[in-house]
């Protein structure tokens, strides 16, 4: 096999037997790139298997006519449990019996093939998890942090769950001391999270003062948080490393951004959102380090500086994965995270940077190699576009199919194509 254009090409010799699946004439976004010329995509067991510019057998063939492939987006921020209605174990099955299934049907509607929980209830979260690799309820691929961590009396505890105790105790983790937030983060590796979440700051300091208030149209007076202390914050990283997980931390300012990223956290949910970032010895930080930075803008657009921070970052090359913050009650899950692709380019960054922000970039920042790109040996999470993603953010709203573990999962297409 020779390697042309970033593709694997076949001088046609593909054995006797076709393959499970072949996607036909098709042009590719790769995860990185637009090869060049048109492909057939052959599926194997689950796994892209050929990515040919020859003519592939399949056992079924879908043609593409011209139209486009991509990996599956990846959501690397979501909320799936509904903060507001679930408030206690009644509530909570009834949530996931009547709700979480069409929440989940949602995101691959949309062609999101992978999410990433950052802050649900860790033994819903977890066995929804296994529910979904088992076959026995339908969805993306779910990875997950289990509960969010955060200091004692910080961020969702006092704000989101101030007024909810049953599930703060489940969405959040509060922690107030080396020991406990190094015990905890073991004991979430131990049930086999996915990654861990810590949450450094969620508000800005008070003028004239060190305290912090998070502030809400919800909440207009806005309620004083505590900042998780630099100490835990270096010692729960440290677990995680220990443990072969990634550890991203909740930022919204500079301050606390550099703070993490010299703590060793491998990645900024949110980033620098409420101020502007004029600070271009943190973005060399981020560069030092390897930071993914993931910056939301679904649920931080209306901060005036959002955007153009991030416009500064992945201009400067800094690592960017999609992220929306979905959460019940705003939008429409996968929706919304289409939005999110559409902000990020209205924030300055090319269509193909957004198409590798929520495919291969996502799937460095979930340390998946396996997923978001089109590859021989790479699983078979795939969308079948009808025009071109790379020229407008737009065509990932026109889907005509998705493939998920090689498997169509949604088929929007005309019968009879």
Sequence with gaps: MTRQS???????????????????????????????????????????????????????????????????????????????????????????DNELPRKLGLFLDHGVTTIKSVGDPTGGILDTRSKIAAGALGGPRLLATGCGITGRDGHPATTVFGDNPWARERFTAEVDGVRQIRDLVHHLADRGVDAIKLLSEGACAHSGGPTYLWRNPAFPDGVELVRLPVALLRAGIEAGHERGLRVTVHTTQQAAAREAIEAGADGLEHGVTIEPLTDHSLIDLMLEHGITYTPTLWIDDAHPDARGNLRKVA?????????????????????????????????????????????????????????????????????VLNADPTADIGSIRDLGMVILNGEVAVDKRRPGL
């Design 6 to 96: 970033g593709a694997t090409v076949n001088a046609g010799a593909h054995g006797p037997a076709p393959y499970d699946l072949v996607i036909r004439r098709a042009h590719v976004f790769d995860g990185h790139q637009a090869l060049a010329g048109l492909y057939d995509i052959a599926v194997d067991g689950g796994k892209i298997a050929s990515v040919s510019a020859d003519p592939l057998r399949g056992t079924r063939e879908v043609d593409a006519a011209g139209g486009w492939v991509m990996p599956g987006l990846i959501d690397t921020h979501v909320h799936l449990y509904d903060v507001r209605a679930v408030s206690g174990p009644d509530s909570m099955r009834a949530f996931e």
């Design 315 to 383: 201009a400067a090359g800094v690592h960017v994965a999609l992220g929306s913050d979905t959460f019940s009650g705003r939008g429409l899950f996968g929706a919304n995270t289409l939005e999110e692709a559409e902000l990020m380019v209205a924030a300055g960054m090319t269509p193909a940077q957004v198409l590798a922000a929520g495919t291969s970039g996502a799937s460095r920042q979930c340390l998946r190699p396996d997923l978001g790109t089109v590859a021989p040996g790479k699983r078979a999470d795939l969308l």
